[in-house]
């Protein structure tokens, strides 16, 4: 099956902790993405990467960090210094033509959750 | 800066109406536009894409149309279904980057 898996499901942080949220594409695409869904929001985006090796701030990056080592996976570590980590999190991606008219696929989400 | 604007309130519409959200953008001039459905705790996916220079598309009972000139996009549901029961999202590309904004989605609930 072709498509973007992230994981966990669930992810439960302790104050100060740092985690990691996964995700893969087996989709070939180029660029990828992670955004941020807040109840009664829209989608805001984090970090973006357009090739490997190379990834762009979004609007809020503060307190997360990413890499892009590899062209299939694109992990997002929620750092300490994230005050407000609670939320819905979406990873994307696309093939990247930018005007070209891209589709992006999402994956399932982690809901990340402090205790 | 660019902004999309969508109807921050739930539509209830009786099932088999059409159901019709808006979607405004500010500053700005696309050179497409995107509608996603996103059901609750899910991803969203992907429905239509519009480009500047059609006026209306089509798939199966949804239909989009975009007015440059407004600023405006509808997205259309005919003969609607309880199972399209979603929140809708709008998205624009930014211009010169891979970046696409998104609406805060409208909630529609379709009533047997």
């Known amino acids: 099956d072709g498509g973007i898996t992230q994981s966990p499901k669930y992810l439960f942080r302790k104050e100060g902790q740092n985690v990691t949220l996964s995700c893969e594409q087996n989709?070939?695409?180029?660029?990828m993405y992670w955004y941020r869904q807040d109840p009664g929001q829209g989608l805001r985006l984090i970090y973006y990467?357009?090739?490997?090796?190379?990834?762009q701030k979004g609007d809020i990056a503060e307190g997360y960090s990413v890499s892009r080592e590899k062209k299939e996976s694109f992990p997002l570590t929620v750092t300490s210094a994230q005050k407000n980590p609670t939320a819905f999190y979406l990873c994307?991606?696309?093939?990247?033509?930018?005007?070209?008219?891209?589709?992006?696929?999402f994956g399932p989400g982690t809901r990340l959750l402090v205790l | 800066s660019q902004k999309i604007e969508q109807n921050s309130e739930a539509l209830n519409i009786q099932e088999g109406k059409t159901a019709t959200l808006t979607c405004n953008y500010t500053?700005?001039?696309?050179?497409?536009l995107q509608w996603y459905r996103q059901d609750p705790g899910r991803g969203p996916v992907f429905l239509l894409l519009?480009?500047?220079?059609?006026k209306e598309k089509r798939k199966e009972r949804l239909k989009v149309t975009f007015d440059t000139t407004l600023k405006q996009s509808l997205f259309h549901i005919t003969a609607s279904q309880p199972a399209d029961s979603a929140t809708y999202l709008c998205?624009?590309?930014?211009?010169?980057?891979?970046?696409?904004?998104f609406g805060t989605g409208t909630r529609l609930k379709v009533l047997a």
């Open positions: 994307a991606s696309s093939t990247g033509g930018g005007t070209a008219g891209e589709t992006q696929y």
């Open positions: 989709l070939n695409h180029d660029a």
């Open positions: 990467s357009q090739i490997v090796n190379d990834f």
């Open positions: 500053n700005y001039s696309p050179a497409y």
């Open positions: 519009i480009r500047e220079n059609e």
């Open positions: 998205a624009l590309p930014t211009s010169g980057t891979y970046k696409y904004i």
